[in-house]
């Protein structure tokens, strides 16, 4: 069990005074955690495995030469077979550092996953950022504010809409992992825990080629968020409301940026906030066991374990009307609405349906896995 204490200096606060900063907690390893684990241990594994196979071989030709006794000869192939499982299955199991996204949204528009690696949207068309129908092979979904963007199982990238800022020009990308789209920019996180951006950066939120060991990102309005294998957090582009002052957030599991505001969750369940709260999108202090956050425009979006999902922020479309949500898996936060994916592969949506974003209703056979 991990213990930490978080400093809370004057600059480095939340605006809703959040104790999130400040207090001891225990810490237990989320999914995302262990998975890091697995894959420093995988590492090791390989050196060590190398070392005691060189030992067997050495070994079993001692046994022939000496003709060592053969009931020692069961437990050598015990041994050999306790490696083979040690180098083949494990590695399967420590490959996946990716959060998968099975609903996204936009400015004013949605998408989702199916099970069938397809994908379709609703909402604002007007750049073609719903064009996405003919996409096959998805793995991962991300939503900017007039584009959308989708992981390929072969570790491509693919996107469509609005191109004014080269938020679309990743074709060229290869060896992702995971993908973020922000306002008017795209974020990459690529398998070696390296990032890649391209788009809009008016505010430096694309400088993350120096980023190592990142394990999630997000983008907001015009920021980015790294999570690192540490559990600590790193921020660039626009901090006009402290949004990226994450320097001091230790032990998290878990980040989502919004317009201009941050969520962070920790491993124990608990959520803080960082950035703009004129709305009171940060007043998440009193969340508690929480299992996924997404930060809208100027709401937020809390899952809890059970299930349900609370909601903070401005309300003035109902977009934080999620009481009533049961059975949900995964959540998404845009401008002006919400969206909820339920554990039979049906979606909800609350919020703006101006454009017709909130129109899924029909969705069925939506991919119904969460991620790490």
């Known amino acids: 069990m991990l213990l930490a204490k978080v400093k809370n200096p004057k600059n480095c606060h939340s605006p809703s005074g959040n104790e999130f900063f400040d207090k001891t907690a225990d810490i237990y390893p989320t999914k995302r955690q262990i998975s890091v684990l697995k894959f420093r241990w995988q590492i090791d594994t390989w050196t060590l495995t190398n070392y005691f196979l060189r030992i067997l071989l050495m070994t079993k030709k001692h046994d022939q030469i000496h003709h060592r006794p053969k009931k020692l000869r069961p437990i050598i192939a015990l041994i050999e077979t306790i490696l083979v499982l040690i180098i083949f299955i494990l590695p399967s199991q420590a490959k996946d550092n990716t959060i998968q996204s099975h609903i996204a949204v936009g400015l004013h528009h949605t998408i989702a996953l199916r099970s069938d690696e397809t994908v379709g949207a609703v909402g604002d068309n007007r750049d073609g950022q719903c064009d996405v129908n003919s996409w096959t092979g998805i793995v991962q979904i991300a939503a900017g504010w007039r584009h959308s963007v989708g992981l390929k199982a072969n570790n491509r990238v693919v996107a ?12 060229s990308w290869t060896n992702i992992e995971q ?47 790294g999570l690192k294998s540490d559990g600590s957090v790193v921020a660039v582009g626009w901090n006009v409301s402290g949004q990226c002052n994450v320097e001091y957030w230790l032990d998290i599991g878990q980040v989502s940026a919004g317009g201009l505001h941050t969520i962070a969750l920790k491993y124990d369940g608990k959520v803080g906030a960082l950035g703009e709260t004129h709305f009171g999108q940060c007043d998440v202090s009193s969340w508690a066991d929480v299992a996924q956050v997404s930060a809208g425009g100027f709401h937020s979006l809390g899952l809890r374990s059970d299930g349900k999902v609370i909601a903070v922020g401005w309300n003035e479309y109902g977009q934080c009307n999620v009481n009533s949500w049961l059975d949900i898996i995964q959540v998404a936060a845009g401008k002006n609405h919400s969206v909820g994916l339920k554990s039979d592969g049906r979606v909800v949506a609350v919020g703006s349906n101006e454009y017709g974003q909130c129109n899924v209703s029909k969705w069925k056979f939506i991919k119904a896995k969460t991620g790490p």
Do not use: F, M, P
């Not at 469509?160 to 074709?171: F, H, I, K, P, R």
């Not at 993350?208 to 997000?218: D, E, F, L």
């Open 179 to 225: 993908i973020a789209a922000g306002g008017l920019h795209t974020v990459g996180l690529k398998s070696n825990g390296e990032t890649i951006a391209v788009g809009d950066n008016r505010y430096g939120q694309c400088d993350v080629s120096s980023w190592t060991h990142i394990v999630q990102i997000a983008a907001g309005w015009y920021h980015t968020v």
């Open 160 to 171: 469509v809409g609005s191109n004014g800022s080269n938020q679309c020009n990743v074709s």
